[in-house]
């Protein structure tokens, strides 16, 4: 009996191509390009302390998806120590306000002279130890349309001031120049829910447009699906959806004189920071 010839099924294209690029300064960053016609959005996504792992690059495709060009400098690239170290989570690489202003800087040149980038267009996200370096380039005169904080830029240290942050969280927010999302956890063990209300009275206090959200249950690095423990699949599903239709309104291009401040909030009666512990 003979066989039919089986037809080999092609396997789909991405649609996305990412890749490894090296900018001037010598710092490496993951990129993603969508293959999407017209000028597109620029995403920069600044990495958690772990640096440049799986799940940054996991996140660069994903907006690559949604049709940024996107991309995750190593804000790590001046450390010298075991970078293995740093990706397990056991050892730290802190970064000046500085040298993070700079890196930011040079990931926004590169990303405009693509000729995909609509220049006007371009946002900043921190996740973690980075979200206080996302607001830093909306409030140091740069070009930056929407401003993205994860779990970060509201916690103990950013209250206070040392060689690396010279300045108060505060005090950076009083010259913020675009719209923030600030995205939060309940039982996040870092920072605590008054932070949070404290960064949101900042914000009001400077009349900046903000959109800010806690969510329940969930602990520091909620979004990280490469850690089962912390992990947080509805909250980071909904939070991608927030953060989309964030972009989408505040990236239209369409200039707005308006102020607008969205506060939503779940977490119990009964909260208690101190019994908020770390998730591995």
């Given at each position: 009996m003979?066989?039919?010839?089986v037809?080999?099924?092609?396997?789909?294209?991405?649609?996305?191509?990412?890749?490894?690029?090296?900018?001037?300064s010598?710092m490496?960053?993951?990129?993603?390009?969508?293959?999407?016609?017209g000028?597109?959005?620029?995403?920069?996504?600044?990495?958690?302390?772990?640096?440049v792992?799986?799940?940054t690059?996991?996140?660069?495709?994903?907006?690559?998806?949604?049709?940024?060009?996107?991309?995750?400098?190593?804000?790590f690239w001046?450390?010298t120590?075991?970078?293995k170290?740093?990706?397990?989570?056991?050892?730290?690489?802190?970064?000046r306000?500085s040298e993070a202003?700079?890196?930011?800087?040079?990931?926004?040149?590169?990303?405009?002279?693509?000729?995909?980038?609509?220049?006007g267009?371009?946002?900043?996200?921190?996740v973690c130890?980075?979200g206080?370096?996302?607001?830093?380039?909306?409030?140091?005169?740069?070009?930056?349309a929407?401003?993205?904080?994860?779990?970060g830029?509201?916690?103990?240290?950013?209250w206070?001031?040392?060689?690396?942050?010279?300045?108060?969280?505060?005090?950076l927010?009083?010259?913020l120049?675009?719209p923030l999302?600030?995205?939060?956890?309940?039982?996040?063990?870092?920072?605590?829910?008054?932070d949070?209300?404290?960064?949101?009275t900042?914000?009001?206090r400077?009349?900046?447009s903000?959109?800010?959200?806690?969510?329940?249950?969930?602990?520091?690095?909620w979004?990280?699906?490469t850690?089962?423990?912390?992990?947080?699949?509805?909250?980071?599903?909904?939070?991608w959806n927030?953060?989309?239709?964030?972009?989408?309104?505040t990236?239209s291009?369409?200039?707005?004189?308006?102020?607008?401040w969205?506060?939503?909030?779940?977490?119990?009666r009964n909260y208690?920071?101190?019994?908020?512990?770390r998730?591995?």
């Open positions: 003979t066989q039919r010839a037809k080999k099924q092609k396997a789909p294209k991405s649609s996305v191509a990412s890749s490894t690029v090296r900018l001037p010598g490496s960053a993951f990129r993603a390009l969508p293959k999407a016609k000028k597109r959005p620029g995403m920069i996504l600044l990495h958690e302390r772990y640096g792992v799986q799940h690059k996991d996140l660069i495709v994903k907006f690559a998806k949604a049709g940024y060009v996107a991309i995750a400098p190593d804000l001046r450390f120590g075991d970078r170290a740093l990706e397990r989570g056991e050892a730290r690489a802190d970064i306000d202003l700079d890196d930011i800087a040079e990931s926004i040149g590169h990303l405009k002279k693509l000729s995909i980038v609509d220049p267009r371009i946002a900043v996200m921190g130890q980075t206080r370096q996302a607001v830093l380039p909306a409030t140091n005169g740069q070009d930056v929407a401003c993205v904080v994860f779990y830029a509201a916690g103990g240290k950013e206070t001031t040392d060689e690396f942050r010279p300045v108060l969280i505060e005090t927010l009083e010259k120049s675009c999302l600030g995205v939060f956890g309940e039982a996040d063990h870092i920072i605590s829910v008054d949070v209300l404290r960064f949101r900042a914000l009001e400077n009349k900046k903000y959109h800010i959200r806690i969510y329940p249950d969930a602990p520091h690095g979004l990280n699906n850690m089962p423990g912390r992990y947080r699949k509805e909250a980071a599903v909904d939070a927030l953060l989309m239709a964030f972009l989408k309104k990236m291009g369409k200039p707005s004189d308006r102020i607008t969205t506060f939503e909030n779940d977490f119990s208690d920071f101190k019994k908020n512990i998730m591995e």
